[in-house]
């Protein structure tokens, strides 16, 4: 199958009606997208990214307003969290309604819906009929696309339209949340941080994203968004060495001793926000750059930082056994 590139919502809108699947951009990571009411449209966004169907799938909307047949409830507290940061980086699970289809949820009674904010997407959303179920539009466990080429370099061939809606503005997948008893729960950090969220309802909402053996989400997975040079931290201690071919993701220009040739500098100042627009991008740069080692420096456990420290964690944790 050719694998064609373009900005024309149109097309993509066709090519979803007829039950195809299109990669879509979106503020957060690149989409793929298919009729999130059509389970065999559905199974081919499984098959493209050889991802196993027990993990489910996002459904993306125009507005709140247009999710309401697909939800029992929308609880006060995650309603307040809709009406701040929506369109925007934020998942919220909420119990679903018959119209969702099993392959969706995995069978789970939740169903996880984001309303995006890239322009584009929402112009698509605008002329469907239907919501977009999306997972990010990378073969299972690689690092995101933040670009329509980190796609092609993924899925060329296997896939008939990439929307192109430029690079994406946040660089890191929506923070997902949800109640557990009346409690908010983080079940993956992203691009909406914890003080945002603290900032909005008062508290610092607890985490639960480390179990191991019961993936809800593949962001509770331990080895993920993993690239295929062997990954791993910049120890603080660390001491360049010359005859090594060795890639290095920093953050600042603080290492002098190593060559513009095997460094790739996140930003001038140190922006954490800047920083996570560009991270998944200099890793699928250095990726393919034939390092024997990529090396990252490990990021302040503050804001967007404390989301990329966790994408990070599963990364490397890939290649601990290598070192
Ligand atoms: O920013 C994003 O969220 C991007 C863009 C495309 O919207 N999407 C994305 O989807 O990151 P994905 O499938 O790569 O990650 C979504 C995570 C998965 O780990 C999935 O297991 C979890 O959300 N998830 C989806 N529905 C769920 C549900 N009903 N219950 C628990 N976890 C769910
Ligand atoms: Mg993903």
């Known amino acids: 199958m ?39 449209a559905i ?10 169907l027990s993990n489910p799938l996002i459904l993306h909307f125009s507005s709140k307003q247009a999710i309401n047949p697909y939800v029992l409830d929308l609880p006060p507290i995650l309603e307040k969290l809709a009406d701040f940061f929506w ?26 819906i984001r309303v995006p904010a890239q322009p584009l997407i929402r112009e698509l959303l605008e002329i469907l009929s239907f919501p977009l179920a999306a997972p990010s539009a990378n073969l299972y466990g690689m ?5 329509a080429v980190h796609v092609l370099n993924q899925l060329q061939g296997k896939i008939p339209y990439i929307l192109d809606g430029g690079a994406c503005e946040n660089g890191i997948e929506s923070t997902i949340v949800g109640l557990d008893n009346e409690q908010l729960i983080v079940y993956r950090l992203g691009g909406i941080s914890l003080e945002q969220l603290e900032n909005v309802i008062g508290y610092r909402p607890p985490i639960k994203n480390h179990t191991e ?9 331990k080895h993920h968004y993993a690239p295929n040079t062997p990954f791993a931290y910049l120890e603080t201690d660390f001491v360049f060495e010359e005859d090594k071919n060795d890639g290095f993701i920093l953050l600042k220009d603080n290492r002098p001793e190593i060559p513009y040739t095997q460094k790739h500098i996140l930003t001038q100042t140190g922006d954490l926000k800047e920083a996570a627009q560009k991270l998944y991008a200099a890793i699928h740069f250095m990726d393919q750059k034939h390092y024997s080692k990529l090396f990252i420096e490990r990021f302040e456990e503050v804001g967007l930082g404390i989301s990329m420290n966790d ?13």
């Not at 064609?4 to 957060?28: D, H, M, S």
């Not at 994408?311 to 070192?323: C, D, I, P």
């Open 2 to 40: 050719e694998t064609l590139v373009g900005n024309n919502c149109n097309q993509a809108r066709l090519l979803l009606e007829k039950g195809e699947v299109v990669a879509i951009p979106t503020e957060t990571v690149y989409g793929l997208a298919a009729n999130g009411l059509n389970e065999l």
């Open 43 to 52: 199974h081919k966004i499984f098959e493209a990214k050889g991802r196993p």
């Open 87 to 112: 369109p925007g980086p934020l998942t919220l699970l909420l119990n679903k309604t018959s119209l969702v289809p099993e392959i969706v949820t995995a069978g789970l009674d939740r169903v996880g």
């Open 143 to 147: 690092v995101s696309p933040t670009q």
């Open 213 to 221: 053996n019961q993936p809800l989400t593949s962001g509770m997975v």
């Open 311 to 323: 994408r990070l964690n599963r990364a490397t944790k890939k290649f601990e056994k290598l070192r």
